[in-house]
């Protein structure tokens, strides 16, 4: 552990953080093209190239735009909600793997520095602990705009999030048994070959956790903290300017965070299939490492760009579902489930072990 | 009692357990939209590209001067009458000797209006016309306005400029494309 260690981890924390909030930036681009494209139109095309500049335009405004805090607000709190939304997506992205290890030992570094921002033991901890914590930036904030359509959206959201964080905590459990860690980046580096990635090997678990995900980042089918036709934008109805920029922003960062999780969980993180071979053909040494590490990096994010393209494609297909319904399908359906799959799973484990 | 051979029996029965699913029904949701995302799109970028417009488009008014440039209106008053908006309005007077090279017949308009806000740009006024004097040109639309003086269209912005007769070599390319649709179908006699 030398200086020159500490600031290679910096510039990648610092590269993977400023990667999160351009991809974030970019989604709501993304965003906007797809529901275009699947609505047979053309989406943004006149701010720069192929409307680029859209998303710089759009934040242009919203600084622009009156920031306004009701009267009856409670003040403190009407602002510590969208910064705590923002901290909360901000902080998560740190203990994903976004790739192997780099050898940078012409820097004199004698270690190999993981693409990761911390390595902890405990990463897939970490990150549902700090996605619970994101559900009270949307509690406070539609707590303290003192508005009956806001509150209703804050209640939605917890209950919504409550509910299915328990499915989802209860399906990762399985793979968690499988791998025996809780570091993710165990858990990536266990499905080094593409048959052996954990969606071939849950596949139950990973359609709950991709269900539960949907709804622990609001997102359609289950955006009823913010459904406009019954709450007019439910929590941040009362929100505006960048206040309300922040609370749009987080949940890009979260469907970012969120695919990130997906892809590193279920499907093999940087691993990519025929990556043996690809290693096979790499010159040796540090600049073989290093370029099979970077081609891990371009894979993930390939994986992660495909899922958000997933999110957005859910979002433009399937409508809404009722309150009622959500409760449903979250206790009755997913929870057992759940806990059939970790059953059967130990059932596997412990038949494969003896 | 069957009403319309359309009518479909309603059914309550429970759902299946695939349809319970939902997921099957999701898949096949998202294969259409996916289907959406790769077709050809619909929109036309406005400004840079203009749909075509028909040839018996009824757009913007133009009292027409004949081949020496003279104003070809009477003020007759038919197309005013002929108005089921009535959103014409002209004041008629005598052409005094020495104005010949500018009106056409002995009588002409001295004031002819237009509403734009109540004109529905059926046409009735072209048809009406026995002088050929008011056509709704097909390749000009009348342009959105911003404050009511503007509404009411003048000799000043309705009579057909003299450029337009000027680089006219013949009386035919004078006229507007409605004019030359006119033409044809009296030509291939199909009136």
Same mark, same amino acid.
């Given at each position: 552990?030398?200086?020159?260690?500490?600031? !290679?981890?910096?510039?990648?924390?610092?590269?993977?953080?400023?990667?999160?909030?351009?991809?974030?930036?970019?989604?709501?681009?993304?965003?906007? %093209?797809?529901?275009?494209?699947?609505?047979?139109?053309?989406?943004?095309?006149?701010?720069?190239?192929?409307?680029?500049?859209?998303?710089? $335009?759009? !934040?242009?405004?919203?600084?622009?735009?009156?920031?306004?805090?009701? $009267?009856?607000?409670? %003040?403190?709190?009407?602002?510590?909600?969208?910064?705590? !939304?923002?901290?909360?997506?901000?902080?998560?992205?740190?203990?994903?793997?976004?790739?192997?290890?780099?050898?940078?030992?012409?820097?004199?570094?004698?270690?190999?520095?993981?693409?990761?921002?911390?390595?902890?033991?405990?990463?897939?901890?970490?990150?549902?602990?700090?996605?619970?914590?994101?559900?009270?930036? /949307?509690?406070?904030?539609?707590?303290?705009?003192?508005?009956?359509?806001?509150?209703?959206?804050?209640?939605?959201?917890?209950?919504?999030?409550?509910?299915?964080?328990?499915?989802?905590?209860?399906?990762?459990?399985?793979?968690?048994?499988?791998?025996?860690?809780?570091?993710?980046?165990?858990?990536?580096?266990?499905?080094?070959?593409?048959?052996?990635?954990?969606?071939?090997?849950?596949?139950?678990?990973?359609?709950?956790?991709?269900?539960? $995900?949907?709804?622990?980042?609001?997102?359609?089918?289950?955006?009823?903290?913010?459904?406009?036709?019954?709450?007019?934008?439910?929590?941040?109805?009362?929100?505006?300017?960048?206040?309300?920029?922040?609370?749009?922003? !987080?949940?890009?960062?979260?469907?970012?965070?969120?695919?990130?999780?997906?892809?590193?969980?279920?499907?093999?993180?940087?691993?990519?299939?025929?990556?043996?071979?690809?290693?096979?053909?790499?010159?040796?040494?540090?600049?073989?490492?290093?370029?099979?590490?970077?081609?891990?990096?371009?894979?993930?994010?390939?994986?992660?760009?495909?899922?958000?393209?997933?999110?957005?494609? /859910?979002?433009?297909?399937?409508?809404?579902?009722?309150?009622?319904?959500?409760?449903?399908?979250?206790?009755?359906?997913?929870?057992?489930?759940?806990?059939?799959?970790?059953?059967?799973?130990?059932?596997?484990?412990?038949?494969?072990?003896? | 009692?069957?009403?319309?051979?359309?009518?479909?029996?309603?059914?309550?029965?429970?759902?299946?357990?695939?349809?319970?699913?939902?997921?099957?029904?999701?898949?096949?949701?998202?294969?259409?939209?996916?289907?959406?995302?790769?077709?050809?799109?619909?929109?036309?970028?406005?400004?840079?590209?203009?749909?075509?417009?028909?040839?018996?488009?009824?757009?913007?008014?133009?009292?027409?001067?004949?081949?020496?440039?003279?104003?070809?209106?009477?003020?007759?008053?038919?197309?005013?009458?002929?108005?089921?908006?009535?959103?014409? +309005?002209?004041?008629?007077?005598?052409?005094?000797?020495?104005?010949?090279?500018?009106?056409?017949?002995?009588?002409?308009?001295?004031?002819?209006?237009?509403?734009?806000?109540?004109?529905?740009?059926?046409?009735?006024?072209?048809?009406?016309?026995?002088?050929?004097?008011?056509?709704?040109?097909?390749?000009?639309?009348?342009?959105?306005?911003?404050?009511?003086?503007?509404?009411?269209?003048?000799?000043?912005?309705?009579?057909?400029?003299?450029?337009?007769?000027?680089?006219?070599?013949?009386?035919? +390319?004078?006229?507007?494309? +409605?004019?030359?649709?006119?033409?044809?179908?009296?030509?291939?006699?199909?009136?």
């Amino acid at each position: 552990m030398d200086v020159y260690f500490f600031l !290679a981890k910096a510039v990648i924390i610092l590269l993977i953080f400023g990667i999160t909030l351009l991809i974030a930036t970019y989604s709501t681009y993304a965003e906007r %093209k797809v529901a275009a494209f699947i609505q047979d139109r053309l989406g943004p095309n006149r701010a720069g190239p192929w409307g680029l500049l859209q998303p710089i $335009a759009d !934040a242009g405004k919203m600084f622009f735009k009156e920031d306004f805090i009701p $009267a009856n607000a409670s %003040k403190w709190l009407f602002i510590a909600g969208p910064s705590l !939304a923002m901290l909360t997506a901000c902080l998560t992205s740190c203990v994903i793997p976004f790739g192997g290890t780099l050898d940078l030992s012409f820097l004199g570094i004698s270690e190999l520095v993981p693409v990761q921002g911390i390595d902890v033991n405990i990463g897939i901890l970490y990150v549902f602990g700090l996605v619970s914590l994101g559900v009270y930036g /949307v509690m406070i904030g539609g707590w303290a705009s003192n508005n009956k359509f806001s509150l209703l959206g804050a209640i939605r959201a917890a209950s919504q999030n409550i509910s299915y964080e328990l499915a989802m905590s209860l399906s990762i459990i399985a793979i968690i048994m499988m791998t025996g860690s809780l570091s993710i980046s165990q858990i990536v580096a266990d499905q080094d070959s593409f048959y052996k990635w954990n969606v071939w090997r849950q596949p139950v678990g990973f359609i709950i956790f991709l269900v539960c $995900a949907f709804a622990e980042c609001n997102r359609t089918p289950f955006d009823l903290p913010e459904c406009e036709t019954e709450l007019i934008g439910g929590y941040h109805t009362e929100y505006s300017s960048m206040k309300l920029g922040f609370y749009l922003f !987080a949940e890009y960062i979260n469907m970012f965070v969120s695919s990130a999780v997906i892809s590193a969980l279920y499907f093999g993180g940087y691993h990519f299939p025929g990556e043996s071979l690809v290693a096979g053909l790499m010159p040796a040494g540090a600049l073989g490492h290093n370029l099979l590490t970077l081609m891990g990096i371009l894979v993930f994010f390939g994986k992660i760009l495909f899922f958000i393209f997933f999110f957005m494609w /859910v979002r433009w297909t399937i409508a809404r579902f009722r309150y009622d319904q959500l409760m449903n399908l979250g206790w009755k359906s997913l929870i057992p489930l759940s806990i059939a799959n970790i059953l059967v799973t130990g059932v596997i484990i412990l038949f494969l072990n003896s | 009692m069957q009403l319309t051979s359309r009518a479909k029996r309603v059914s309550n029965k429970k759902l299946s357990l695939g349809e319970r699913l939902y997921l099957p029904a999701i898949v096949g949701g998202l294969g259409i939209t996916i289907k959406h995302f790769f077709r050809k799109k619909v929109t036309i970028n406005y400004p840079e590209e203009q749909r075509p417009m028909s040839s018996v488009y009824r757009g913007l008014h133009v009292l027409k001067r004949d081949e020496e440039g003279r104003e070809r209106c009477t003020a007759c008053g038919l197309c005013a009458v002929a108005c089921p908006a009535e959103a014409i +309005s002209m004041v008629a007077a005598e052409r005094k000797p020495g104005e010949e090279h500018l009106y056409r017949e002995e009588k002409y308009a001295a004031v002819y209006e237009i509403n734009m806000l109540r004109c529905i740009f059926c046409g009735l006024c072209e048809e009406a016309c026995p002088k050929s004097a008011i056509y709704l040109q097909s390749d000009k639309l009348a342009p959105s306005f911003f404050d009511r003086s503007d509404v009411i269209y003048g000799k000043d912005r309705l009579v057909q400029s003299m450029e337009t007769i000027k680089t006219a070599k013949s009386l035919k +390319s004078g006229l507007t494309t +409605s004019d030359r649709y006119v033409d044809k179908v009296f030509k291939d006699g199909k009136y």
